[in-house]
Structure formats: C-alpha cells, structure tokens
C-alpha cells in the first residue's frame, strides 16, 4: 500500500508542470521558513524590552543555534538528497534505510552538543564573544537552548526528509505549530512569569519538542516513509551519503555559526551597543533570506526526483524558473526595505539610538545586495540535490566562510566599525562571482547529457 502511495506520488512529481510543482511545493516551505524565522525574531523582539545586554545575549548564543542547526541541516539535507533521488530510481527499500539512519545519527549529535556545551558552559559563553555584561545573560540562555539540541537536530531531520518526499505541506504543519507556540510562550515567561532571558530559552525549548512530536506524527501519512528505528544502519556507505549530501549544508550553517562568534568579537570592540546592533541585522537579513530559501527548497525535491529519474530538462527548467523569480523578489525587496531600514531595527530596539544607528548602517548596506542570493542560493542547492558535494559545499562555503571570514578580520582594522558593517555585503559580492563558473558548469553538462540522449534516441528510432 504504502509503496502504492509512493509510486503516485514520484510519478507526480516526475510528470507535472514543473512551474505548477515548484510553487505547489515552495508555497508551504516559504510560509515554514517565514514563521520560524518570525519566531527567532520574537526572541530578538521580546528580550529587547529587558535591556541591552540581554539583546546582545541573543546574538551571542544565535551562533551556537546556527551549529545546532548546522547539524540538524547536514543529516536532514544528507539523508535527504539520497531520499529523493533514490525514490526517483524507486529504490525504495534503501531510501527507508537511510530515514532511520539520518535520524538516528542526528539524535545522537544533538545528545553530544547538550553534554559538551553543558560541561563547558562559561568558557563557551566567553568564546562566543561574551563581555562582563553580557555574560550572565549568555549563560542562563544558552544553558537551556543545550537542552533541546537533540530535539532541534532529529527536528529538522524529520522536516527535511518530509519535503525531500514531496509533502512540504505536512512538514509545514510541526514547524508553524511549534513557531506559533514559542511566538505565544516568549511573552508569557519573560514577562508573565519574570523568567526573563531564561523564558525566552524555555519557550524555544518547549516550541521545538513539540515541533518534533508533530513532525514524527506527520511522517507516518500521506505515504512518506516512516522512521524505523530497527532500520539504523551505522554502514559506511550511507554515512558517506550523508557526508556527500549534507556537508554543504554543514559548511554552510556550521560557518554561519562561527561567522557570527567572529562578528560579535569584531563589533564587541565598539561596546555591547554594536553587538546588539549587528545581532538585530541578522535576524532581519535571515527573516528576510527565509523566504529565498524557502523557495529553494520547494525547487529541491523536484530536482533531486527529477535528476534521479533521468529527466535533466526538467531540472535546468526548475532552475531558471526559480532563479528568474527569486532575483524580481529581491529587487523588489531591496527597494523597500533600504528606505525602511532605520524604522525596521527601531522596532527591535526604540529607546536606544547608538543601536539603531549601528543597525540602519549594517542593513543598509546587506539590503543592498539581496538580489544576488537568487542566483548564490538556487545554485547551492541545485547542486547539493544531484550530489555534487564539492562543488555546493564550496558554493556554501563562499558566502560565510571563505569570503566573510577573511574579510571581518581585515575590514575593521582598516575602516573599524563600518567595516564590521559593510563585511557581509562584500562577501555576497565574492560569493557571487564563485558561484557562476561553478553552476554554469553543471548546466552546461546537463544540456549536453541530454542532447546526447535525445540523439540517441533518434537513432534507435531510426529504421
């Protein structure tokens, strides 16, 4: 029955419109990651009504978040990819393998990060880029996020692989539930309850586990393969998978994490002020980048079933289609939000004008270069979904790695706080000018795959 359901759904996905498809998918992927990224913005919003340096401690521990996420990314995004393209070859007693697998693995990285952050908590804090001030903060907040990891990471596990299967909507339903939950908790025990900082950890906490009950739920309907703990297979083949699917993923949010521990160092040489500043910034660009993203990911499932299925014209249409839509977006995003940048980052912070400052500078200038991320983003994940690992993992590391990390660590000895402002802009710039070569490449071979199967084809039908 269930390899039924499965077999009616590949052959949607193989045989529909792909412009049709890609927004019936990325329509539930775009509302998912809006909302989450609507949530850890309410964390932003809510503890900005304690203090500075409360505000600043958000920032901090976000780069611990980004890891977790990082991790929860490269199992889900790894176990993923090999999904789809396996179930496109209808392949699927080894896709169900690697479900369990994925998990499982996943689980038990979150359960490493809780003991490790725990055991080393305040020297951990002090790494982030932690002052005297921020430091309390830091602490009671972080040490609950450490508390849910291995929710967080078996989380994403479970919303990766169900969007990979081609039912965005399901994995949609725990994300937005558990989203509007913590939207819900943060107010209640920061202010309600005077948990203060530490509420607002415990109602991520709460949000994700229940993000992950509903999420483990949903993976038993609709036909998409359940999670069998008995299938684990700790074998080196499908770790390899893993590792060939997911490390772009991993480059691209593990650097994200230490991208963010380097710039609260840069910009905590200008006080906590800057740090709260440039911690604003980035949840904004990352509410804002959440649809980009969403997007994308409506477009990798058609990719990866697509690709695994032979039908590579199906692929390179989905591409531009995505590429083409994204970059009008952006633009129209860009406009009206360089003019709205200084009334944006007041709502986070109104009775502090040095912050607003240094965050109108910081997002005017990351505004300015949104539009690139149509092409940097549909390019890593076009190329994460038919397992071209290297190149999407050098894709995903140019942004926030290759690029912003040189880059933070220069600029401010030269231009000093403007310089902390202007880094990410720069890096875009580079990461776009790395990421062409690379993609056109791939499409170029696709096309030539293609018409040499097409004229092989004329020749059998040839009498």
């Known amino acids: 029955m269930q390899h039924t359901e499965q077999e009616e759904k590949?052959?949607?996905?193989?045989?529909?419109?792909?412009?049709?498809?890609?927004?019936?998918?990325?329509?539930?992927?775009?509302?998912?990651?809006?909302?989450?990224?609507?949530?850890?913005?309410?964390?932003?919003?809510?503890?900005?009504?304690?203090?500075?340096?409360a505000t600043a401690a958000i920032g901090v521990v976000f780069s611990v978040m980004s890891f977790i996420q990082a991790l929860g990314f490269f199992f889900g995004h790894g176990s993923g990819n090999f999904i789809s393209r396996k179930l496109g070859a209808r392949e699927y007693e080894t896709a169900s393998v690697m479900a369990a697998t994925g998990f499982v693995y996943a689980f038990l990285?979150?359960?490493?990060?809780?003991?490790?952050?725990?055991?080393?908590l305040r020297p951990l804090s002090l790494m982030l880029g932690s002052t005297s001030t921020i430091l309390p903060y830091t602490m009671d907040y972080l040490k609950i996020i450490l508390l849910g990891a291995p929710f967080m990471t078996t989380s994403l596990v479970l919303n990766n692989q169900?969007?990979?299967?081609?039912s965005a909507a399901y994995a949609m339903v725990g994300i937005v539930t558990g989203a509007v939950l913590n939207i819900a908790l943060d107010p209640l025990l920061i202010?309600?309850?005077?948990?203060?900082?530490?509420?607002?950890?415990?109602?991520?906490?709460?949000?994700?586990?229940?993000?992950?009950?509903?999420?483990?739920?949903?993976?038993?309907?609709?036909?998409?393969?359940?999670?069998?703990?008995?299938?684990?297979?700790p074998d080196v083949y499908y770790m390899k998978e893993i590792v060939r699917g997911g490390l772009p993923s991993l480059c691209r949010q593990g650097l994200a994490s230490v991208s963010v521990t380097f710039l609260n160092h840069a910009a905590g040489n200008y006080g906590d002020a800057a740090i709260a500043g440039m911690s604003i910034v980035s949840r904004i660009s990352m509410?804002?980048?959440?649809?980009?993203?969403?997007?994308?990911?409506?477009?990798?499932?058609?990719?990866?079933?697509?690709?695994?299925a032979g039908k590579?014209?199906?692929?390179?249409?989905?591409?531009?289609?995505?590429?083409?839509?994204a970059a009008v977006f952006?633009?129209?995003?860009?406009?009206?939000?360089?003019?709205?940048?200084?009334?944006i980052v007041t709502v986070f912070r109104r009775d502090d004008p040095e912050v607003i400052a240094v965050g109108t500078l910081a997002l005017r200038l990351q505004i300015l270069v949104f539009p690139l991320g149509a092409w940097i983003v549909m390019c890593n994940m076009m190329l994460q979904s038919i397992g071209r690992a290297v190149k999407a993992s050098i894709v995903a590391a140019g942004r926030q790695g290759l690029f912003f990390l040189p880059l933070i660590l220069i600029l401010p000895r030269l231009f000093e706080l403007t310089g902390v402002q202007m880094c990410q802009?720069?890096?875009?710039?580079?990461?776009?000018?790395?990421?062409?070569?690379?993609?056109?490449?791939?499409?170029?071979?696709?096309k030539g795959q293609e018409e040499g199967e097409n004229a092989a084809g004329v020749l059998r039908d040839m009498p």
């Open 10 to 53: 590949i052959k949607y996905m193989t045989t529909a419109p792909v412009r049709s498809l890609v927004w019936r998918l990325a329509v539930p992927t775009i509302i998912s990651m809006l909302v989450t990224s609507f949530y850890n913005m309410a964390d932003t919003f809510f503890v900005g009504k304690l203090n500075t340096s």
């Open 162 to 166: 169900l969007r990979f299967q081609g």
């Open 287 to 308: 509410f804002a980048n959440s649809a980009l993203i969403g997007f994308g990911q409506g477009f990798q499932p058609v990719c990866g079933m697509n690709y695994g």
């Open 330 to 343: 952006l633009v129209i995003l860009s406009v009206v939000g360089f003019w709205g940048a200084e009334g």
């Open 425 to 446: 802009s720069i890096a875009d710039v580079c990461a776009l000018l790395l990421s062409i070569p690379l993609g056109v490449s791939v499409l170029k071979e696709m």
């Open 109 to 120: 990285g979150g359960l490493f990060v809780t003991v490790c952050g725990l055991l080393f």
């Open 191 to 233: 202010f309600g309850l005077h948990m203060g900082v530490t509420g607002a950890g415990v109602a991520t906490v709460i949000s994700q586990t229940v993000s992950f009950l509903i999420l483990w739920i949903e993976s038993k309907k609709g036909g998409n393969i359940v999670i069998r703990l008995r299938s684990f297979c």
């Open 312 to 325: 590579l014209k199906r692929v390179r249409e989905a591409y531009f289609f995505c590429v083409k839509y």
